[in-house]
């Protein structure tokens, strides 16, 4: 059976940079240090990116864009990744970006630490297996 292609999008807090359909594949740079690659069937997956290249591959050929640290989610509408800022020059200034930012900054703090405490949770239920047995 063949598995549908990814839906891939690049979000920062003031524009889509990336909005590709029938993607195959997906490799990006964590920051635990390693690299990562997504294919289509991939288990769902929420993880923080480095400033890295951002690879992917679809009907047009490879490509590849210099993204910033940000926040990678998979399920199965696909891979999204947030980012706090453009990679290139704003075409706007001010003060409603630099709100933005700090809007998304502080999202991406919170979402974080969800993260870990949900983490730390399931660890957790797997001790409680354990002592059971």
Do not use: N
């Not at 690049?10 to 240090?33: F, H, I, K, R």
């Not at 047009?60 to 980012?83: K, M, N, P, W």
């Not at 969800?114 to 949770?121: G, I, N, R």
């Amino acid at each position: 059976m063949a598995r549908e292609p990814l839906h891939l999008t690049v979000l920062t807090p003031v524009e889509t940079l990336v909005e590709a359909a029938d993607v195959q594949s997906v490799q990006v740079q964590l920051t635990d240090g390693g690299g990562i690659g997504i294919y289509p069937g991939h288990a769902p997956l929420l993880a923080e990116t480095i400033a890295a290249p951002l690879r992917y591959t679809d009907d047009a050929g490879e490509h590849s864009v210099d993204l910033e640290a940000g926040i990678l989610q998979v399920d199965q509408t696909g891979v999204t990744l947030l980012i706090g800022h453009q990679t290139r020059p704003a075409s706007t200034g001010g003060t409603a970006q630099a709100s933005e930012q700090a809007r998304f900054d502080r999202l991406a703090r919170k979402l974080v630490v969800e993260l870990k405490t949900q983490f730390e949770d399931i660890l957790d239920l797997g001790d409680e297996d354990r002592d059971a047995d």
